[in-house]
Each structure stands twice: as structure tokens, then as C-alpha cells.
């Protein structure tokens, strides 16, 4: 780690502006992760889709006007900067370097960390092969048959599209035991898709190529036998010499290719022998031991395993994960639960046939792609999903060769001697598409081991996190025997590799940095005790002056003592309210109209409470699209169920949120202290975060969501969000946002520029680094430009990471937090298992209340600042106090967490009360739907207003 390069970047290696749309990078898809503040479950391993919409470049924008400022915002004199400059690439440049040998503030610890010591030969190469295997046509009649001419003659059966991937791993099994001479002392090893890695290099003739012909591969379900042509072909090597000087600070860059090579080997023995799916493993179905949730799914715990980089060495990371899959069951009972969890049916026995179009939708959404299985020819039949059939067994026919027409139950009947018990049940329709092969549903059983794709309702999640949330002692306990059950000791592919695990699990250097002091009303200072603090006797910083307010519900019920404790604490906090105004019962189709009437009514800054019956996206969605898209008017959503309790707390934090809403300030951090730690620079702080539709929904665009602070001392932010391609992960009006945000920054601090910008962008994986910084970066300068010629703010850019698998335990009980005994918030790690040379670090900011406690991951891509570890850390955890929904530090800067919530308000903003349940389309690039949403997305809103702008609380 001494030997580490020291070079920080300066002003002149800045990002130009970004690339030409047919420069751009292409952009794979990402996952959102929500956050649940103390609640600790284990990460459950979600599907990533790859579509083509993130990787369409950009349409050109239409030729725009002059920039008009933003409502409520005065015009300044600016002059605009020429807009074609020569542009640098930057993509490919080292990201900065730690400024030192880690922080040094604060109360130092141990701790333990879930990375076990991995040693590999610091010299030599990895071997990468193709693989692709094509099923041999069979002969007889019909298209796909062979020629008799090349039967008779012993020629070679040609092949026929491809094997499916699920079947991979049974033809990679297959050509290793058929080939022994080449395979045997140079075992391979397979990601289950096409990449195939050895120690060394394959005999396998000239050209490094060769095809297998008439591969027998057998079906463990049925002992049946499929032939395949397989192709091996070499790709490259991959050199450890790259990995051996990135451990020892000579390179910077991750060699990415070589990591994954590495991991395929650590994964590979235990794929081998239970489920694999990405770089988790996961056992067989136990019915006591999973975890159902319900609609034909259950959780598995499972194993996760990968190859992290560290100080002088590599590391293994090994983490319990959770996998959520089908329940192996009849189609037709999964067809039952279904439509009963969607509240179509309320007894099985009251399923009438034929299914309506909305239920026949709605079930093949769910079904969709899932793999099942009949057994009407005397062994298991593996078929996918593509669709249900609108017909039934009776009304479905087809011809037999002799040009009769059969349905589909006669032919059961007469082929299979098969007399079906519901013959009214639609069909199950399988690939491919064109054949149009159909399956009576009641002789079909969804195969086992099946990944769940879809997102997981409020149920399933609550009931996984719960099932889930493992303290951290036992944690630490289950983790060590994870890495007994791996047997590496025993795994023939790792001494092949020449690869050791160490089982011993690492102990770590930590420090607990000091907690900020926060400043309420009167200059009241509070200093929390780690993670948490109590306000009662306080005062908000600036209490918010409300003239009017009405009470609105759906449903009767008793508010009244809600009411009266709630202007009650208003006073106690120092807001200033008088008696609602108007209370009100209302039908769905009045919102809109009642919210016009009061705005009218009440003149400037009124707040309408609005009491909701049950946790229903439809009523939310209405209410926030009526008050904060089409009136400009505060609204604050209240369950009904905690307006009977009319519980004190609940209330505070309620009001929390209306302080902000309505203009005023919960508190802030120290000025002196936080001014030290920016350097005594005025800092605008932007975070950014961007939401993509659930697996499925392909006609929905991806909302992008940012935020900037807009006071001296960061406590209120604006926001701004617009919607753009389907799951397209940089975001694409960035500048624009950033210049609408800079510009708000300017009036509200009495027209003042920043002299630096703290930039925290959320949901960005170690992949699309070089993207957000070719992207987002150069479009951050580019509104700087546009502010002022010449206008040239220093700026740091974070990426915060939360979807890791890096855990921590305190060595000494006396370091833990609470009954859990979690590492306390306020815990750095910064060393050995952090990067060898680039600045990135670990903080837990947030007390763990239930569970482990996952700490944020902090990569800064960005600094001209030059920030200290110490510096970058306190002011890190400095802005996860200052969250104006509760009394607690958060688990990642308010900056970010702003725009998470931001992107999420915006989803029932743009799509307005359709549900995740509504029928999903498939789209390309172009879709209108999509445009049009992402064009409407560019309307202001009236309630964002420099008053009202923490709408989004």
C-alpha cells in the first residue's frame, strides 16, 4: 500500500462536454433497491433485465427557445458559453487516488468482516474459451429431419438453433466425461452460458478450435439422451500479472475481465452441486427450512460468494443471500392463487370458466417465461411459458397428417389414452411461438428451482426482511459456516486454478467518528447519541406559519382526538396554525375539484391533511397527482389506522415532514463544524437517483431523479425529476436539471454562486463508473458554464452504494450498539479490504434496529476538492442527520435519499393511479407511450416552488 500513487486530478483534467449520441457508451440496466432505515434482512438476489432501450443513443433533441428562468425565479444577467468546445475523452482516466493512509479521526475498533484471505499465483494467465452447442436434426420426416441420402452415406447430421441455457451445464458435464484426454488434468470451468476458463491451454488442434460432434448429453430427470454439435473456441488469455500489480498499487484499473474469471472458478464446485444463479448457490427445496410467501413462492437462504480486491491481496467476500423461487405445483392451483391474491377470485371453489380477458391477462403476466413440465409421454417434458391460451382443451384443434381436425382433448384421449378431468381449463401455449404448441393445464406442473422475476408486494417483502434480519453475532456464526459447507479445502477446480481460501475470517481496523451537533430553534444544540436523538422540549429551527388547513377522509372515522393533539404539537414545535377550516368527506372523482375550491378559498400556502382508508397506491396517487401536478397545493397523506391511534411520536414525525413542506426548517448541523469540513467553501449539494419499471413492465419509461440544496447550511433541497428511455441508467438531462437546481441555489442565497459542488449519486454499480463520469460529470460543467462564462465551481463526485455484501461485527461486545449489538453509526473502515489505490470507503451511518446493519459504500469518481478522509467522512455522515422525516441519522446522505424519494413521488406523477398490476406491452425504441411521458415529465410543477419545493416528503 506505500508504494500506492499519490496523483490527484487537477482543474485542467476536468470532463469536457459529453459525446455525440453515436459516441456514447452503451448503458446496461440496473435495479433499485428500497430502503428500509434499521431493518436489516439479507439482500435478496433480484433479476436484471438487459433491454434495448438503456442502449439506444439518445434522439436528438428539438431546437429550443431561449432558457427561460424558472417559475418564482427572478432573471440574472448571465452570459452563455460557446457550446463546442473540443471535447476530451475522459473515459477511459484513472479515477482519483486516496489522499492519505485512511482517516484518522475518531474512537478506533475492531471488527470483524465477512472477507476471507484468497491467494492466487501472482504470475501466469487464465485461459478463455467460447462454447456453443447446437442440437443434431433428427431424422425421419419433417422439416428438421436429415436428408436419407446423407444417412445412408454416414454424413454428418447438421444442426438446428441452439441448446437452451438452462441445458448448458448438463452438455459442459457431458463433454468433459466424453474427452478425457483433453479435459482430464486440465479441468474446466463454466458460467453456465458460453465462457469456459482452464489453467492452461487445451490441446485441441490447430487454431485453438475444434467441434465436437455427436455429444450424447443425458437428462438426469429421465435418463434420455439429446445429441449436440458443440464448438470450443479460444478467446484470449487473461493475465494475473494485471491483478497481481493492481494488489500492489502499480495499476489502478480494475481489470474486470480477469475478476470475472476468477469468480467463475471460486462458484463453479458449488454450482455444481446446488442451485447456481449468478454468484449465488442456493440448496434444494426444504420445507422446513424456506420461507413461504404466499401466491406460490418461497425465499431459500442461500450462499454468495465473490473475489473483492484489498490492500496487497485479494480478498473472498462470503455472505448469506436470499433467492425467492416458485413453488414446483400444479399450473392450474398456481392459476387459483393468483387470481385469488389479486382479489379476482375469493374461493377456489368459485373459479368459473372461461376466464375472463382481464384474468386471462393478468395470470399470463405471471406466468410468463416460467419453466413447467408434463408427464404424459412417460417422462418429464421441460417446456417455457410464453402465454395462456384464450381457448380451451375442447375448443383448441389442430390437423392430424391425415387432414382431420382434432381438439386437443380428443387428441389426449386417443393418442395417450389420457381423459382429461377439466378439459374447460385454458391451454398453456410453450415455445417457440410459431409452432403454436399447446398443453392442457392440468397436465402441467411448474418445474422446480425456478428463479421468481417479478416484484415482490409489500407482503412478501415485509415477511422476507423479518424472516431475514439475523443479528449480528448469529450472522457472523452462519457465515463461518457457509465457508465450512464450501468445502474450498476440498474443491478440485481451485487447486487446478491454484487458488486458496483461507478459512479464518478477517479482523479489520474501524474508527467511530464523533456525532455532529445539530441546532434547533433559539440555538438550542443537541448533540444524538449515535443514530438516534429525542426533540422533545425543542423547537424547530424555523417553524412554518400555516393560515389555513382542511381535514379530508374517504371513509368515516373518528379524527378528532388526531385533530386536537395535532394543534396541539404544532404549537409545542413552534409552528403557528389555526383550527382547520374545512373538514370534509370525499369520493375519489372529488379530489382535483375540492383541492381548486380550497387553494381559491385559502389564499397563499394552505395544507390539506388527508386521511387514507388503507395502504392503496390508487387513492395516494390521486391525491398527489391532484395536489402537487395539477393544483400546487401541500398535501400530507395520513393512514387511518394511526389517525385512531393518534400516537404523540407519530404525530412529531408527521409534522417533521409538514415543517418542511411548508417552508420551514426541522434543523441543521453546526455551522462552525460543518463549514471546517467543506472547507469553509459555500457548497451546493446535489443527489441524484434513478427508478426503473419492475421486470415486465417494458412500455414504462425510467424516472431520473435529482436534487440540490438550496440554503447556506444544507436543510432544504429542490428537486427536480424526468422521465427517460426504458431503464436507461446515466441520466440524460442532467444538465438541464442541474442548471434548473444551480439556479434556485443562486436566488435563495441572496444570489450567491457556490464555490464547490458535492455531487452523491445513488444506484450506480462498479460497471457504469466511467459512464456517470462521461455523462453526468460533463454535464454537471456544462450548467456551470451556462450559469456564467467561465463559471468553474470545483466539484466531487461519490457514488453511494448499498446493494454490497460487505458485513461487519464488532470484535469486542462492548463496541456494539443496542440489543443487537451492531457496529455503532458513526463506523468507518477505510483500510485493507477497501480499494488498493483509488478513494472509496465503508460508513455505517444509521443504528441497527433489527438485523445486521449494511454499511453505505462511498467510490468517489470526482475531486477537485481535494478533500482529507476525514474531511469526506465527517461531512458524509454530518448529511445523513439532517433527513426531515425522523429523529435519526439515515443510512446514506439526505441528498440521495431525497432523490430516491423524489424518483419514487414522480412514478404516481407521471403514471398517475395505474398500478404494477396493469397490463405490460412490449416497446422498442420510439415507443409513443414512452415519448409522451417523457415529454410531459419536462412540465413544471406548480407546487415546486421555492416555498413548497420538499413536496416530495
Known amino acids: 500500500p506505500d508504494q500506492r500513487p499519490q496523483s ?464 449480528p453475532e448469529e450472522r457472523r456464526h452462519m457465515t463461518n459456516g457457509l465457508m465450512e459447507k464450501a468445502q474450498y479445502h476440498d474443491d478440485p477446480y481451485l487447486r487446478q486454478f491454484h487458488f486458496q481460501v483461507d478459512p479464518r475470517m478477517m479482523t479489520v481496523a474501524a474508527r467511530v467518528i464523533n456525532t455532529p451537533e445539530l441546532i434547533y430553534s433559539g440555538s438550542q444544540r443537541l448533540t444524538p447519541r449515535p443514530g438516534v436523538w429525542d426533540m422533545r422540549g425543542s423547537r424547530f429551527q424555523d417553524a412554518a406559519n400555516i393560515t389555513s388547513w382542511a381535514i379530508v377522509y374517504f371513509e368515516r372515522c373518528n379524527y378528532s382526538r388526531f385533530r386536537d393533539q395535532f394543534v396541539r404539537q404544532c404549537g409545542e414545535l413552534g409552528i403557528t396554525i389555526p383550527p382547520p377550516s374545512q373538514e370534509q368527506q370525499l369520493q375519489q372523482n372529488e379530489i382535483e375539484g375540492f383541492f381548486e375550491f380550497f387553494k381559491k378559498k385559502s389564499g397563499d400556502n394552505p395544507l390539506v391533511l388527508v386521511i387514507l382508508p388503507r395502504k392503496n397506491t390508487d387513492f395516494y396517487a390521486l391525491v398527489k397527482q391532484a395536489g402537487n401536478k395539477a393544483v400546487g397545493l401541500v398535501t400530507q397523506c395520513v393512514l387511518q389506522i394511526n389517525v385512531e391511534k393518534a400516537s404523540p411520536q407519530t404525530i412529531g414525525n408527521i409534522l417533521m415532514k409538514v415543517n418542511q413542506k411548508m417552508g420551514g426548517r426541522n434543523c441543521f448541523v453546526n455551522p462552525s463544524m460543518f463549514a471546517v469540513v467543506c472547507k469553509k467553501r459555500l457548497t451546493f449539494f446535489l443527489g441524484a437517483d434513478v427508478t426503473h419499471p419492475a421486470p415486465g413492465e417494458s412500455s414504462r419509461p425510467s424516472i431520473a431523479a435529482v436534487v440540490g440544496s438550496i440554503d447556506t447550511f444544507p436543510c432544504r433541497f429542490s428537486s427536480e425529476y424526468r422521465a427517460q428511455e426504458h431503464r436507461m441508467e446515466t441520466i440524460k438531462e442532467m444538465e438541464e436539471m442541474t442548471y434548473t437546481l444551480l439556479i434556485r441555489f443562486y436566488k435563495c442565497t441572496q444570489q450567491k454562486k457556490p464555490e464547490s459542488i458535492v455531487y452523491y449519486r445513488d444506484g450506480v454499480s462498479e460497471s457504469q463508473f466511467q459512464q456517470v463520469l462521461h455523462v453526468e460529470m460533463a454535464a454537471i460543467q456544462r450548467a456551470c458554464t451556462r450559469l456564467q462564462d467561465g463559471y468553474q465551481p470545483k466539484i466531487t463526485l461519490l457514488v453511494v452504494q448499498k446493494r454490497h455484501h460487505a458485513k461487519f461485527f464488532p470484535e469486542n461486545p462492548r463496541d456494539g450498539d443496542g440489543k443487537a449489538g451492531n457496529i455503532k453509526a458513526g463506523t468507518v473502515i477505510d483500510k485493507v479490504i477497501t480499494h488498493p489505490t483509488q478513494f472509496d470507503f465503508y460508513l455505517c451511518s444509521h443504528q441497527g434496529i433489527q438485523g445486521t446493519s449494511k454499511p453505505a459504500h462511498y467510490h468517489v469518481l470526482w475531486d477537485d476538492n481535494q478533500f482529507t478522509s476525514n474531511e469526506l467522512q465527517m461531512m458524509t455522515f454530518c448529511l445523513c442527520h439532517i433527513y426531515a422525516r425522523c429523529t435519526r441519522s439515515v443510512s446514506y446522505p439526505a441528498p440521495a435519499y431525497y432523490a430516491h424519494l423524489t424518483a419514487f413521488h414522480a412514478r404516481h406523477l407521471v403514471f398517475g393511479a395505474e398500478g404494477s398490476d396493469t397490463e405490460s406491452t412490449t416497446s422498442g425504441p420510439g415507443d409513443p407511450n414512452i415519448e409522451r411521458l417523457i415529454a410531459e415529465s419536462r412540465v413544471a410543477l406548480p407546487i415546486n416552488k421555492p416555498r413548497t419545493t420538499m413536496y416530495f416528503l
Open 8 to 471: 490527484r486530478q487537477t482543474p485542467d483534467q476536468r470532463p469536457q462536454p459529453g459525446p455525440t449520441p453515436d459516441q456514447r457508451p452503451q448503458t446496461p440496466s440496473g435495479q433499485v433497491e428500497q430502503v428500509t432505515e434499521g431493518v436489516e434482512g439479507l439482500t435478496v438476489e433480484t433479476p436484471v433485465k438487459e433491454t434495448p432501450g438503456g442502449d439506444r443513443p439518445p434522439s436528438p433533441r428539438p431546437k429550443k427557445g431561449p432558457k427561460q428562468a424558472p417559475e418564482g425565479v427572478p432573471e440574472i444577467e448571465i452570459k452563455m458559453a460557446p457550446r463546442d468546445k473540443p471535447q476530451e475523452k475522459h473515459s477511459d482516466k484513472p479515477l482519483p487516488s486516496r489522499p492519505d493512509r485512511g482517516g484518522t479521526d475518531g474512537r478506533k475498533i475492531n471488527v470483524f468482516t465477512n472477507h476471507f484471505p484468497l491467494s492466487i499465483p501472482k504470475r501466469g494467465s487464465i485461459f478463455h474459451y467460447d462454447l456453443e452447442a447446437k442440437p443434431i436434426k433428427k431424422q425421419g420426416k419433417g422439416k428438421d429431419s436429415v436428408p436419407a441420402a446423407a444417412a445412408a452415406t454416414g454424413g454428418t447430421p447438421s444442426s438446428v438453433g441452439t441448446v437452451p441455457p438452462f441445458r448448458l451445464r448438463r452438455v459442459m458435464t457431458a463433454l468433459e466425461g466424453a474427452y478425457p484426454e483433453i479435459f482430464r488434468n486440465n479441468r474446466p470451468v463454466f458460467d453456465g452460458k458460453k465462457n469456459v476458463y482452464t489453467a492452461s491451454r487445451l490441446s485441441l488442434g490447430s487454431g485453438d478450435n475444434r467441434r465436437f460432434e455427436n455429444l450424447q448429453v443425458i437428462d438426469p430427470a429421465d435418463q434420455s439422451t439429446e445429441a449436440v454439435n458443440v464448438d470450443l473456441k479460444y478467446v484470449c488469455q487473461h493475465s494475473l500479472d494485471d491483478l497481481t500489480d493492481l494488489l500492489d498499487g502499480r495499476r489502478q484499473t480494475l481489470p474486470s475481465d480477469t475478476m470475472q474469471a476468477v469468480d467463475i472458478v471460486l462458484s463453479y464446485f458449488p454450482g455444481q452441486r446446488y442451485t447456481a444463479i449468478r454468484r449465488s448457490v442456493y440448496p434444494e427445496p426444504d420445507s422446513t427450512q424456506d420461507i413461504y410467501l404466499k401466491l406460490g413462492r418461497h425465499a431459500r437462504l442461500g450462499t454468495f460468494a465473490t473475489a473483492r480486491p484489498g490492500w496487497s491481496r485479494l480478498f473472498l467476500q462470503l455472505d448469506l443471500s436470499a433467492g425467492v423461487f416458485y413453488e414446483s405445483q400444479p399450473v392450474e392451483k398456481y392459476l387459483v392463487e393468483v387470481l385469488m391474491d389479486k382479489r379476482m377470485l375469493r374461493n377456489p371453489r368459485d373459479l368459473r370458466l372461461p376466464l375472463s380477458p382481464q384474468q386471462l391477462r393478468m395470470f399470463t403476466k405471471e406466468i410468463k417465461s416460467v419453466k413447467f413440465y408434463t408427464e404424459h409421454l412417460g417422462h418429464k417434458l421441460t417446456k417455457r411459458c410464453i402465454g395462456i391460451d384464450s381457448k380451451n382443451a375442447t375448443q383448441r384443434t389442430f390437423p392430424l397428417d391425415t387432414g382431420k381436425m382434432i381438439s386437443i382433448k380428443d387428441y389426449y384421449a386417443e393418442k395417450y389414452n389420457i381423459k382429461l378431468r377439466r378439459p374447460e381449463l385454458p391451454n398453456v401455449q410453450s415455445q417457440p411461438k410459431e409452432k403454436n404448441t399447446f398443453f392442457p393445464m392440468e397436465l402441467c406442473t411448474i418445474s422446480p428451482n425456478q428463479q421468481y422475476k417479478h416484484k415482490l408486494d409489500e407482503f412478501a417483502t415485509s415477511t422476507l426482511i423479518k424472516k431475514t434480519a439475523i443479528i
